[in-house]
């Protein structure tokens, strides 16, 4: 039944193609439905109100090693990365669900600790656990999160929105997550080799929190709100800044140009990035996770964030059919190419 | 670090104490959130309504079967399994998201399957596919629904609004699922040592399709919503009658007593029972997976209810301390006794 040509074919559609695949047959019949498959979150109208709903699975090995992950950074990182995408539609969570599998090696106090990276998540950001179930699984952690908010029908920002002329921003630094994740691997693979030796993550700190422990941009979303601003389109950073830039081209019908030497990077990623042999440009264009706020802005609203040292102008749309392209510090155009479903 | 004293206390709190103990700390910031953890569904304030939230998790070798559980079917259960929280808070489900798992045997055939089930449960009740995440597995599938609807703040019914002399109530019949499970548990045993007969499952339609492919009682909320009726308390039969009854009673602060002769039972469920050497009795009340509901009704609705070959009243509710029974066929009073941690 399971033959080989069938099998390739669902590897090679990915992720992103699947989920386009599979939304292809889902009609709507609830009116109440404004946004369906295909953006970071749902949009359900309630009375004057618009909901937001969105949903995550974090796998162990597959999105998560328990080796160098402990489970209080896991659970507060489940949360965000959930909230994340309620944000990135400029709302604001009000709850969340966990539903969680777990294999027999995990005792109370694991699941304890879990929770309390949860219960953490929560308090700083303002929401509810609300519900979830939990079951046994056959192999490791499997946890599965959805995230309600809410939204004002004239603060919503799809992933649509975008125009020719508008200013593309990201919001904090990328590659960080990523070259965090490889510092973490590097000290596993050494941990395994000699186990009496101690890991050094302490001297990169902030990339290995990137990694471990990211956290949301409520605040942007907050600084939005107070200044009156509504970005035209907007996703958050988790596959890595191409693919989200790709996400928001196909589906404004717009393309981007980006600047290399504009964008963002912590100085110790930067460094690292070059200590492992990766250019620091495919460590920001293709490394993920870092969820930040990409997003674009009407040139009006230009004097109002170029001095917010948490956002930066990285590029602009303009009419499609261009290509979407980085230029490089030696004024070279290269085309944006997307990564697709990424594993450990 | 994983000791095996910690590992048995987790098994030991099963499910249910795993909820509650992961629930008791679990604080709520958001006065929007009406009932958090504890009920079929958290209920949130939008303005003037009420939205419901429920999930559930589904994992293949734990929920399901593949080698007797064709995926179109697995697909349509797993809506109706996640609908059915929504009906038993009275509500409407609206929409629902859909997360999975996959290892790399599952074809893009096998996933198509699996959705052309979500999408004909979706037509059936009226609701819309809204959003979802897709990622690997190490091993088998495993599925993460959650579904939004919406109720009037005045028809919404908790587990906790039991009180004593309201009548017990039931929808459809019971035992049925868990004697279809029976059946394909056999054929299973039966294909595996001999893989050239076919399986006999056209016999037992009725109760191999209630295990396989279960309606929710959309039919019986509208029932309500007619005729004006607002159940006391409500819970769907997922676990089991017994265990069903406890929570309600647990909740509500009631004791519950009910009578084997009123239980209802498909005529074919009671036979196989009889044949399979279970106690018909005990495949009733321990038996899950009939997504009935199970609500308490103040008696002045009785007069509506009594005609509905749908609805069965099979006890009432008392004060609390004088213990949760089942009145036998002879007279005779038992304890009900909670299942807990269910698998295959």
Chains 1, 2 share one sequence.
């Not at 004057?48 to 974090?58: A, H, K, V, W």
């Not at 079951?135 to 946890?143: E, I, P, V």
């Not at 990339?207 to 605040?219: H, S, Y």
């Not at 290399?260 to 440009?281: C, N, S, V």
Request: glycine share 10%; charged share 20%.
């Amino acid at each position: 039944m399971f033959e080989n040509i069938e099998r390739t074919s669902l590897e090679e559609l990915g992720e992103f193609g699947l989920i386009d695949h599979l939304g292809r047959h889902a009609r709507q019949v609830n009116s109440a439905t404004v946004k369906g498959i295909g953006d970071d979150a749902a949009v359900v109208q309630v009375d004057g109100r618009y909901m937001l709903l969105s949903t995550d699975m974090l796998i162990e090995q597959v999105h998560f090693d328990l080796v160098y992950t402990p489970l209080k950074h896991l659970g507060y990182k489940a949360v965000v990365v959930n909230l994340s995408d309620i944000y990135a539609m400029n709302g604001t969570p009000t709850q969340i669900t966990v539903s969680m599998a777990l294999s027999s090696k995990f005792t109370l106090d694991a699941v304890e600790e879990l929770y309390a990276g949860i219960n953490l998540a929560c308090e700083k950001y303002g929401v509810d656990l609300v519900g979830g179930d939990t079951s046994s699984s056959h192999r490791g952690l499997y946890l599965s999160l959805s995230a309600l908010g809410t939204v004002d029908p004239d603060k919503v920002v799809y992933r649509s929105g975008a125009k020719p002329g508008e200013l593309l921003c990201v919001t904090g630094d990328l590659g960080g997550a990523y070259m965090g994740l490889q510092v973490l691997e590097r000290e596993k693979r050494v941990f395994l080799e000699h186990p009496e030796m101690q890991p050094d993550l302490e001297t990169h700190a902030y990339i290995v929190g990137r990694q471990l422990r990211p956290e949301a941009r409520k605040d942007i979303v907050e600084f939005f709100a107070q200044n009156g601003i509504v970005p035209g389109s907007m996703i958050d950073v988790s596959d890595g800044l191409s693919s989200e830039i790709l996400h928001l081209s196909k589906h404004s019908g717009v393309d981007f140009v980006i600047y290399e030497d504009k964008l963002p990077i912590d100085q110790d990623a930067y460094q690292l990035a070059i200590d492992f042999g990766i250019d620091p440009l495919t460590a920001m264009l293709n490394g993920g996770e870092d969820y930040e706020l990409l997003f674009t802005l009407d040139q009006k609203y230009f004097d109002l964030v170029k001095n917010n040292p948490d956002i930066t102008v990285i590029g602009y749309a303009r009419e499609s059919g261009m290509h979407n392209q980085v230029i490089s510090k030696s004024g070279n155009a290269h085309d944006l190419i997307a990564q697709g479903w990424k594993a450990l």
